[in-house]
Nanobody
Framework: QVQLVESGGGLVQAGGSLRLSCAAS????????MGWFRQAPGKEREFVSA????????YYGDSAKGRFTISRDNTKNTVYLQMNSLKPEDTAVYYC???????????????WGPGTKVTVSS
C-alpha cells in the first residue's frame, strides 16, 4: 500500500503561483505513475497532470497546459505541481494519485491523497 500526503495549497491572488507537493510512503513493488487531479465545488474531479515514474513524458489536461508543470524527485518519492498564472477558476481541492503494483504482474492499483485546497482570489 502506498500512502500519499499533499501540501502546498493555500490562498493566492489571481496571477500568482503555488507549488504543490505530494510525498509517497509505504512499501510496494513498483510505482508506475503519479499525477494530479482537482475537484471544484459542485464539479466532478478532473485530470490536471501526470508523469511516469521513469522517463521524461508528462501529460496535462487542457486547463493546465502552458501554466502548470509537473516534476518529480525519485529520491524523495515526491511529485510536484508548479502552478503559475493562477486563475479564480483554478480554485479546487487538488488530489495526488499514484498507480502502483504490489508484485510483478499484480495491479496496477491506485491510491489517493487527502487533498490540498487551493483558493485563487480575483
Amino acid at each position: 500500500q502506498v500512502q500519499l500526503v499533499e501540501s502546498g495549497g493555500g490562498l493566492v491572488q489571481a496571477g500568482g503561483s503555488l507549488r504543490l507537493s505530494c510525498a509517497a510512503s509505504g512499501r510496494t513493488f513498483s510505482v508506475n505513475a503519479m499525477g494530479w487531479f482537482r475537484q471544484a465545488p459542485g464539479k466532478e474531479r478532473e485530470f490536471v497532470s501526470a508523469c511516469f515514474w521513469t522517463g521524461a513524458n508528462t501529460y496535462y489536461g487542457d486547463s493546465a497546459k502552458g501554466r502548470f508543470t509537473i516534476s518529480r524527485d525519485n529520491t524523495k518519492n515526491t511529485v510536484y505541481l508548479q502552478m503559475n498564472s493562477l486563475k479564480p477558476e483554478d480554485t479546487a481541492v487538488y488530489y495526488c494519485n499514484v498507480e502502483f503494483r504490489v508484485a510483478p504482474g499484480v495491479g496496477p492499483f491506485g491510491s489517493w491523497g487527502p487533498g490540498t485546497k487551493v483558493t485563487v482570489s480575483s
